[in-house]
C-alpha cells in the first residue's frame, strides 16, 4: 500500500501524507494529509478493491457523500485510482478533515447532559434528514461514526453500507444477517428483511445513540459478553421497560417511540422528531 501512495505523491506535489496510520479497518488504511497550496488539513483514505463488491460499496459510498453538500458531512476533493507492483487496484480518497471529537471519544471524556444530549440528538437528526431526502438510509449510526467539532457541530461520516433505496443492493438477500453494527441496528436489518430498511431504521439506531448519550451506556450492549447476547436483547427489546435520564417526558416519549422493535410503530418522519426537540 505504501508503494501507491508514493506513486501518487509522485504525481500530486501540492499533496504531504504523513507515514503514520491514523486508522485501520477491512482493507482501508487513513492518513492525515495536507493540502500545501490550499493551507488546509486533510484525510488520505487508502481502500484495497479485492472483490467487484467492495469496489461498488467504495465508489456508492463516494457518490453519496458528493450528493450531499451541507456541513453535516465531511467533503470529498479528490478519488484517483492506482494499482501497485503486484497488479492489486486501490482507491485514494482525499477528504476533509473534520477538527474534532467523535461521539465515542466525547462519551467517555465527559458527563453529557440534557440539554446538550438534545441538542447533538437535533443536529443528528437534522443530517438524517437531508440523507432520507436522497432516498438513502445510512445504516450505521453509532457514536463511532458521528463527530463532534470543536465548535459544537455534528458531521455524519462513513456511509459504507448505506442502502439506496432507489439502487440495485449489493447484500444477497440470502444473507442471514444484513450489514450492520451490533449494538445499534435495528430488529430488520438484523434479519435482513430488505424490504422493511426505511428511514425508521436509522431513526431505531439514532434513538439508541440518543439513551447513550443521556445515559452514559449502551443499553442494548450493557451487561452482555457476546455479540449473540445483544442481538438477543435487540430482538426482544421492550421499550417501555428501558431507563432514560431525561426529565422532559415528551423528549423521553419519542425516544421510546423509535426504540420499537416493530418497524411502523417508530415515527412516520423526521419532522415528528425534529417538533418534539425544538419545543423542549
Known amino acids: 500500500m505504501e508503494s501507491v501512495i508514493e506513486q501518487y505523491l509522485k504525481e500530486n506535489t501540492d499533496m504531504s501524507i504523513s507515514d503514520e496510520v491514523i486508522g485501520i479497518?477491512?482493507?482501508k488504511k487513513v492518513y492525515m494529509g495536507h493540502i500545501n497550496s490550499q493551507n488546509i488539513d486533510c484525510v488520505v483514505k487508502v481502500v484495497e478493491v479485492n472483490s467487484t463488491n467492495s469496489e461498488k460499496r467504495t465508489r456508492r459510498e463516494l457518490e453519496i457523500l458528493k450528493s450531499l453538500?451541507?456541513?453535516?458531512?465531511?467533503?470529498?476533493y479528490d478519488v484517483f485510482e492506482k494499482k501497485d507492483s503486484h497488479g492489486n487496484k486501490f482507491i485514494i480518497i482525499i477528504e476533509q478533515f473534520i477538527d474534532g471529537s467523535n461521539l465515542r471519544e466525547y462519551i467517555k471524556e465527559k458527563e453529557i447532559?440534557?440539554?446538550?444530549a438534545i441538542e447533538i440528538s437535533y443536529q443528528l437528526m437534522l443530517a438524517l434528514q437531508i440523507v432520507h431526502q436522497k432516498g438513502l438510509v445510512h445504516r450505521d449510526v453509532k457514536p463511532e461514526n458521528i463527530m463532534l467539532t470543536k465548535d459544537s457541530k455534528v458531521v455524519l461520516l462513513d456511509f459504507g453500507i448505506a442502502r439506496d433505496l432507489i439502487a440495485d443492493s449489493i447484500t444477497s438477500d440470502l444473507s442471514p444477517y444484513g450489514?450492520?453494527?451490533?449494538?445499534?441496528?435495528?430488529?430488520?436489518?438484523?434479519?435482513n428483511k430488505k424490504r422493511l430498511i426505511s428511514a425508521r431504521t436509522d431513526f431505531f439506531s439514532?434513538?439508541?445513540v440518543f439513551v447513550e448519550l443521556l445515559n452514559g451506556k449502551n443499553l442494548l450492549?450493557?451487561?452482555?459478553?457476546?455479540?449473540s447476547e445483544v442481538i438477543n436483547r435487540t430482538l426482544k427489546?421492550?421499550?417501555?421497560?428501558?431507563?432514560?435520564?431525561?426529565?422532559?417526558?415528551?423528549?423521553?416519549?419519542?425516544?421510546r417511540k423509535n426504540l420499537n422493535s416493530e418497524v411502523h410503530r417508530r415515527s412516520n418522519s423526521e419532522l415528528e422528531i425534529l417538533k418534539v426537540l425544538e419545543a423542549s
Do not use: R
Open 221 to 227: 450492549k450493557e451487561g452482555t459478553s457476546t455479540p
Open 179 to 191: 450489514p450492520m453494527t451490533v449494538g445499534y441496528a435495528a430488529p430488520e436489518q438484523i434479519h
Open 113 to 116: 447532559d440534557e440539554k446538550e
Open 69 to 76: 453538500d451541507s456541513d453535516f458531512f465531511p467533503k470529498i
Open 206 to 208: 439514532w434513538a439508541v
Open 25 to 27: 479497518g477491512g482493507m
Open 237 to 255: 427489546l421492550n421499550e417501555h421497560l428501558i431507563l432514560i435520564k431525561c426529565t422532559d417526558i415528551q423528549v423521553e416519549q419519542i425516544i
